[in-house]
């Protein structure tokens, strides 16, 4: 059964870059990034085997970090490897716990996990400074490897049968703001006082048994501990870390169990009310219907739903680990990353109308219609939530230059929007199937998506570079602040112009093409 279901990814992923060029494109550069990681990073981390074990010792700290940030990245920015979509075995006669083993050996092919398997090679053959931790260090990177994995998996999962009510899309906003909220927690429980301090003189042992402690350092710590002749407190972090490898594995299967047992959904299952509200408030012409189309989505459906969380908490990081360590950058940056991500959240919009876009076409709606409607929607849903963010820094001390930082923000928002509605109707992008997982990538999808972001992250930022220089030359005179205010604002609605404009065009010209591209857009 393991091998039927990696031969089934392998082959699904074979597929998906042999129908697309540009899947093939993003997937090649991704496998390059990843092989260029390993290349940098890991001779550096082996090269630790000539350092004494006082210093090798910072591996625990590392993978500890990158166990958690391979679970919150899961949970912020739809890393979940879902080319083998647990619900489409439901028609078939498979346990869970074969198929939990075939998705775990699958998922382990991957690129990511690839690159996180030669992290961890390197972590043994850091430990050869140590010969009788080396068979520990192996131990190590088998189960935290495995670890990070299934508690991806698992939590992603969990969230995504959880949040298909609207209670539970609650529940969801505050396990994932906690959930983003816990890298600032190692950060802060390891990076303290005397432990950098002893650091700093080539002895990582303090900030190791810091992290030592945490879930996802309980497997790293093994060696570590049987380098120190610390036998007992290696057999304590061994037993914790089978024993947080069996519960994830067992959240999981339990939630397999439970996809493979319920009927097959495509979307619906809830009583959906008239809605006159937002036609009361925003209109009924065209291009008003799509903004309440759009905003009525936004808290409906669960994808959505998950995207706006992920962009909502990510910089709150930021923002306490400014208020934290007392540094007013962090805040800012926070709320131009908040900006940026809102507005980009654009971008693959059309995709998770996918096929149900035929209605824009049918009805005669002109592009720059569709355009205006989403990016208004867009506004209604994010703008708050970037006013709230800013308003609340500037409150709490860690904000200063309020009115260059706002003038930055409202561009960066404006600019990003821009830019996804015309590079949206060019490339749509692809989404997760209705009524599955929220926090899937599809095939291919993932490395298409951080391809895209990532030009559009730099964009925005291209874009917002008169503003931070008019921002920065008007620090001194309160007048011209407000000047560069108000001409930011004008700015960057003119970009938001010329983006309706140019997506709009695209979409009119090339509307029978874009329903085909669409077609497949959700997998």
Known sequence: MTGLVVRLRLRMWWTAMSRS???????????????????????????????????????????????????VLGVIAAGVDNVLDPARFAVLPVPARALARGLLAATLTGIPALMLIGLAFFQVLAWLSAPVAVPAAALAAVLGTVTAVVASRAVTTLLARVMTTRTGRLVGAAIVSLTTLLPLSLNLAVARGQR???????????????????????????????????????????????????????VWVRQLERVLTSPLTSSGGQSI???????????????????????????????????????????????????VTGTPG???????????????????DLAFDGEAWWLHLTTGLRGWEDRLGRALASVVVFAP????????????????????????????????????????????????????????????????????????????????VPVVLGA??????????WVVLLLSALYGLGLLGLGVLVGGRRLDRRGPEMLGQLAHAQM
Request: aromatic share 8%; net charge positive.
């Open 330 to 348: 962090l805040a800012g940056a926070g709320v131009v990353t908040l900006a940026v991500f809102a507005g980009l959240t654009l971008m693959n």
């Open 196 to 250: 950098i301090d002893a650091l700093f003189a080539f002895d990582a042992g303090p900030v190791a048994r810091a992290a030592s402690w945490f879930p996802t350092g309980w497997a790293w710590a093994l060696p570590f501990d049987v380098a120190g002749g610390r036998w007992l407190l290696a057999a304590v972090h061994l037993v914790l870390a089978l024993v947080l490898l069996a519960v994830l594995w067992r």
């Open 385 to 464: 939530a970037v006013l709230l963010t800013y308003v609340v820094s500037v409150a709490l001390g860690v904000i200063q230059h309020a009115v260059a930082w706002g003038s930055v923000v409202l561009a960066a928002f404006l600019g990003a929007l821009a830019l996804a509605l015309a590079v949206g109707a060019y490339l749509p992008g692809t989404a997760p199937r209705t009524g599955g997982n929220p926090f899937a990538a599809t095939s291919g999808g993932a490395a298409q998506g951080c391809l895209t972001a990532l030009v559009s992250f730099v964009g925005p930022l291209l874009l917002v």
């Open 21 to 71: 060029s540009l899947h093939l494109t993003s997937s090649v550069l991704g496998a390059l990034a990843a092989i260029g990681i390993v290349v940098v990073f890991g001779p550096l981390i082996g090269l630790l085997a000539l350092r004494p074990p006082e210093l090798t010792a910072i591996t625990v700290p590392l993978f500890t970090g990158i166990t958690l940030m391979w679970v």
């Open 273 to 323: 009310g008239a809605g006159r509200l937002l036609p009361a408030v925003l209109g009924r012409s065209p291009v008003a219907t799509v903004a309440a189309r759009r905003i009525r989505a936004w808290y409906r459906d669960s994808r959505l739903v998950a995207i706006a969380l992920r962009t909502a908490v990510l910089p709150v990081f930021f923002v306490v680990q400014s208020v």
């Open 472 to 481: 920065v030359l008007t620090l001194e005179r309160p007048v011209g602040r």
